[in-house]
């Protein structure tokens, strides 16, 4: 449908933004331009419909140089969404939607099939028709009005839809629900869209085919699948890596979520002490080790009070046969040993079976909470440096 034929766009003679590009997008494809800020993603699709001319090169569409195609033309046959939709403040939501349709002043059968095809669109993207119709841009929120940018193009029923971040100023939740949309909209039209975007994860839950361009070149052009399973180089992996939640679990070792200095007994202390110790620490188990750290097991506030002799020992109480995690373990190992197996909690140690740290289901959670929306609010519970914060999450185990 369109096609780059080493295609540059060059600014003042020697900026290069667009750097001999081949590009060829076919009918039905669902193709996700994606790059760093700057790389030019907009520029090439800026370009798909003539808004940009190429420097060197030539882009057709339907086999035609787009230069010699009349702008009317393009506009019909070529829809375009950006971040910011800018609506006639003017004109009523439904006005706005028939006006851009090319639909005003139609006759009243088309107005009626129109209007019902404008109400579809509208409940499409969770706008209920009766509710907004009337209504005037300045009545909406911003995501909202975005919407609308979006019905509006789709209501023209363009040959291709060009998406650049249509999403990116909107809440999560509305976010997911119009990529769900879209997703559905296109199996069911086979439209072709070539939407941009710089979020890994919109691009693999989007696109057949996706585009990773770097500093004006195209670094990889592949179904998803190819991107996971061969990335071309370092920095494919990277980007992938970089946003994509998830791939940095992978890697995570069990000493990254393990709280560092549990709180420990020797089998010798006396349970008032032990029974103490766990008051002061605000712990509800205490691990049992040896003078050189040699793990013996845990000792607990509930054993304590079961047991009859008050002047008994940690050792008289101290429950041995316990599961631990060598050090060096998947991080996810302790996952499944703690949410779907039966440990409590889960001692690290070494191949001599000394104590290296703790994992509780608190410590993991919190960890794993940062690695995968690398939420900076959680620096507070640190358990790696702070043994108030790791002294909390053993009780709270
Ligand atoms: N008129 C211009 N003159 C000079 N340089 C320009 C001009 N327009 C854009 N650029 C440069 O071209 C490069 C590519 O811009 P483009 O908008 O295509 O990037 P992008 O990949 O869409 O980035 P983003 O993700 O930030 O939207 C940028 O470095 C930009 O500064
Ligand atoms: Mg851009």
Redesign the pocket.
């Known amino acids: 449908m369109i096609k780059f034929r080493h295609v540059s766009k060059i600014?003042?003679d020697k900026?290069v933004?667009?750097d001999d590009i081949n590009l060829e997008i076919k009918r039905g494809e669902f193709l996700v331009l994606i790059?760093?800020?700057?790389?030019?993603?907009?520029?090439?699709?800026r370009m798909m419909n003539g808004m940009e001319k190429p420097t060197r090169g030539s882009v057709c569409f339907n086999g035609k140089d787009i230069g010699k195609i009349s702008e009317a033309e393009l506009k019909r046959k070529i829809g375009h969404v950006t971040q910011q939709t800018s609506l006639s403040p003017h004109l009523t939501i439904g006005r706005n939607i028939r006006q851009a349709a090319g639909l005003s002043g139609s006759k009243e059968r088309t107005k009626k099939r129109s209007n019902a095809r404008i109400k579809e669109l509208l409940k499409m993207v969770g706008m209920d028709p009766s509710e907004y119709m009337d209504r005037f841009p300045s009545q909406l929120s911003g995501g909202q009005q975005q919407r609308i940018g979006i019905v509006r193009e789709l209501a023209r029923e363009p040959d291709i839809l060009l998406m650049?971040?249509p999403f990116s100023a909107l809440d999560p939740i509305t976010r997911k629900n119009l990529q769900d949309d879209l997703k559905k909209l296109h199996g069911m039209v086979k439209k072709t869209i070539v939407l941009?975007t710089?979020d890994m994860d919109e691009a693999f839950k989007l696109g057949d085919r996706i585009v990773l361009?770097r500093h004006?070149k195209i670094v990889q052009d592949d179904s998803p699948e190819e991107f996971l399973e061969n990335p071309a180089n370092k920095f494919v992996e990277e980007f992938m890596g970089l946003d994509r939640p998830g791939k940095n679990a992978e890697a995570l070792t069990v000493e990254k979520v393990a709280v560092k200095t549990p709180i420990t007994v020797s089998p010798d202390m006396g349970l008032a002490r032990a029974t103490q110790r766990m008051r002061k620490m605000r712990v509800r188990t205490l691990v049992v080790v040896e003078d050189d750290e040699t793990l013996i097991g845990i000792a607990t506030a509930r054993d304590i009070r079961r047991h009859k002799n008050r002047s008994g020992k940690v050792a008289d109480i101290v429950q041995g046969d316990i599961p631990v995690i060598p050090e060096g373990s998947s991080a996810k190992a302790a996952f499944e040993a703690l949410f779907l197996g039966n440990a409590g909690i889960l001692p690290v140690v070494d191949g001599s079976n000394r104590l290296k740290g703790l994992v509780t289901r608190s410590s993991l959670a919190e960890k794993l909470y940062r690695v995968v929306w690398d939420s900076d609010d959680y620096t507070k519970y640190d358990s790696n440096t702070n043994l108030g914060a790791g002294a909390n999450l053993i009780m709270n185990a």
Do not use: A
Request: glycine share 18%; charged share 20%; aromatic share 4%.
């Open positions: 600014y003042d900026v933004v667009v790059g760093p800020s700057g790389c030019g993603k907009s520029t090439v699709l650049d971040e941009v710089h361009m004006g």
